[in-house]
């Protein structure tokens, strides 16, 4: 099978994923080494994180990094696995339409076959609401031109950022996801999110599938399949779980002199195999 062809596979099983009656799991990666963990521990698919992928290269998070060192670091995780990646592309890197018109045709140059999309929040609250639709509906033709159906999952910050009034978040929520579903969106996604009855309204009003940002104090994977909830992401977290861990052995080499820390640690050789270059399947 061509790698074009392989794509294209890809990208229709990744969008069954979002309507099995499985819950998809998206444990996410920042570099080859973990996205192969990952896929080595059973995963169906890949998400990147784009927060995770800026850590690993020395930016802060928030679009600090260039499209091009992000879609490259997408790249390589797609070439050391066979399962489906999709990219955390932040807002699009860019301003315009066309701006996420480049970003969705390096995702698929890059061989991934979703794409995360963001409204980028800043001081003055929510990205404008009409121009997230444009880029939407840009990043859609984008996919269509090229022939590859990507998985547009567009997400909206009211909860995360705490915008607005409590009182007024949840109707704000849904009026931007159901906005950013009809423009085109395949799947949409409210992080901070966490309380159960918040997310059973979510599902039932926005009326596609509902990416939750899960973590400590959120409901378990068995729950939010309970309550409807087609996906579910880390984020950054495990990748800034690694970070904790590195600081603990740094404490205790430093302090005690021990090594307790390190016993969880993978055999060389094992770590050794996964690097080694696989074949595609044919």
Not at 149 to 171: K, M
Request: proline share 6%.
């Amino acid at each position: 099978m061509s790698e074009i062809s392989q794509q294209k596979a890809n990208a229709n099983a990744f969008r069954a994923l979002h309507e099995g009656a499985k819950i998809l799991l998206l444990p996410n990666v920042w570099d080859v080494a973990s996205a192969r963990v990952v896929e080595e521990a059973g995963f169906r698919a890949i998400a990147t994180s784009s927060a995770g992928v800026a850590f690993s290269l020395g930016y802060p998070d928030g679009q600090k990094i260039s499209r091009g060192e992000m879609l490259q670091a997408v790249a390589r995780i797609v070439r050391a696995v066979r399962v489906p990646v999709t990219a955390d592309a932040e807002a699009g890197y860019g301003e315009r339409p066309e701006d996420a018109a480049l970003t969705a045709a390096g995702v698929i140059e890059a061989g991934a076959v979703g794409m995360n999309f963001e409204e980028a929040a800043g001081e003055d609250g929510l990205a404008d609401l009409t121009l997230q639709l444009e880029k939407i509906r840009a990043v859609r033709e984008t996919a269509t031109e090229l022939n590859v159906r990507l998985v547009l999952n567009a997400r909206t910050d009211v909860y995360l950022a705490q915008i607005g009034e409590p009182a007024s978040r949840y109707d704000e929520t849904v009026r931007r996801l159901r906005a950013y579903r009809d423009a085109g969106a395949d799947c949409v996604f409210a992080p901070g999110v966490s309380d159960p009855e918040i997310i059973r309204r979510l599902v039932m009003d926005v009326r596609c599938p509902l990416n939750i940002l899960a973590g400590p104090g959120a409901p378990s994977v068995p729950e939010l399949q309970r309550l409807g909830v087609a996906r579910v992401s880390l984020g950054s977290a495990p990748m800034r779980a690694t970070l904790g861990l590195v600081r603990r052995m740094a404490e205790e080499l430093k302090g005690a002199g021990t090594y307790r820390t390190l016993e969880d640690a993978p055999p060389h050789g094992d770590v050794n195999r996964m690097m080694r270059a696989r074949p595609k399947p044919k």
